[in-house]
């Protein structure tokens, strides 16, 4: 009740102000984010979601700005599934306030940004007095977790227009991974694959037609990644899919790759036995076939047929955008 209550306070001031929502949203706030979520190791789904607001804001954001970010900000707190600490840990060290104080001082993030608080991020986290208050969970600049962002973008022949992985999240052996594919058209048969021991140690799961277009609507593969784990398999399978995935996923769990396979994407052309190399620290993600040989698969591929033919979810099928775009409807 009393955050509800200061929210609507501090809604009033901001119209007073005249504080308007895209006074805020501007693309360095964006960056800002950015900057945050790899320091956080957040979830994957935020190559969604901060592309997506940004669209709308006609702001210009993509996966090539978090692949910068990655590369300059360095992952500042162990939070689960990646490490030892919850979020009230986090909270009670001193939370998000303590993490952005601890990148502007390293000159990070841009602090003259305006925020919702009404004043611009320098001065709020000044005003507030933001700070760790315990360096065992936040970590400073110079004493990193790991020196890069807990997110990293992969790019190849598989993933021409990009795919997401929280790096962080890797046990150190599957970093660099090659492997036969196994393939599955859903999560439901990948899981039943799964808990039937079906699937052998060294293969990389693929599992497609499960992004936005194709799902529709890019359901979470969090049974698959559960069920990998619970197999105790987490350190001797990969998982590639078109689908997105929980922040409580961890692994050598690779989402959003794009085109999908709706899209006749090269993940669309991958067959059982295909060998698949992954790289994360080389940020590549390769389907071990000559050009010619994907480009004939793909040309003998069938037009998809949507698993929903009319209703909402069909007209969505239909408009919405790649992921590599934030899986946002057209203005």
């Not at 162990?78 to 030892?84: K, M, R, V």
């Not at 609507?217 to 619970?230: F, I, K, N, R, Y």
């Not at 940020?283 to 929903?308: A, M, W």
Request: aromatic share 4%; glycine share 10%.
């Amino acid at each position: 009740v009393l955050l509800a209550k200061q929210t609507g306070r501090k809604v009033v001031e901001l119209v007073n102000k005249d504080i308007k929502p895209r006074d805020i949203m501007t693309k360095e706030a964006f960056f800002n984010a950015i900057a945050l979520d790899m320091a956080l190791g957040g979830s994957t789904n935020t190559t969604l979601h901060i592309p997506a607001i940004a669209y709308y804001a006609d702001v210009d954001i993509t996966l090539k700005d978090f692949d910068r970010f990655t590369e300059k900000i360095p992952h500042l707190t162990s939070l689960a599934p990646s490490g030892p600490h919850h979020v009230e840990d986090l909270f009670y060290a001193g939370g998000v306030p303590a993490i952005l104080t601890e990148l502007r001082k390293a000159k990070l993030i841009d602090d003259q940004q305006m925020t919702a608080y009404g004043k611009t991020l320098g001065e709020m986290l000044y005003e507030i007095r933001a700070g760790i208050k315990d360096p065992s969970v936040i970590r400073h600049v110079d004493n990193p977790v790991h020196e890069t962002g807990g997110l990293a973008v992969l790019t190849g022949n598989l993933a021409p227009n990009g795919a997401i992985v929280k790096q962080v999240a890797v046990a150190d052996e599957m970093l660099k991974h090659s492997g036969p594919a196994r393939v599955f058209a859903s999560e439901e048969d990948a899981v039943a694959a799964i808990m039937g021991k079906v699937i052998q140690e060294g293969e990389v799961i693929v599992i497609r037609y499960e992004g936005p277009q194709g799902g529709p609507g890019m359901q979470e593969m969090l049974s698959a990644t559960s069920a990998v784990a619970g197999m105790g398999m987490d350190r001797k399978v990969a998982l590639i899919t078109d689908g997105r995935f929980s922040g409580a996923t961890h692994g050598a769990s690779i989402g959003h790759i794009s085109p999908e396979a709706a899209a006749k994407g090269p993940i669309a052309v991958v067959r059982d036995g295909d060998i698949i190399e992954i790289d994360i620290p080389g940020k590549t993600l390769t389907l071990q076939l000559p050009e010619d040989e994907i480009r004939q698969r793909t040309k003998e591929l069938p037009e998809f047929e949507p698993k929903i033919k009319t209703g909402c979810l069909a007209r969505y099928a239909k408009i919405v955008s790649s992921a590599d775009k934030g899986a946002v409807f057209p203005k």
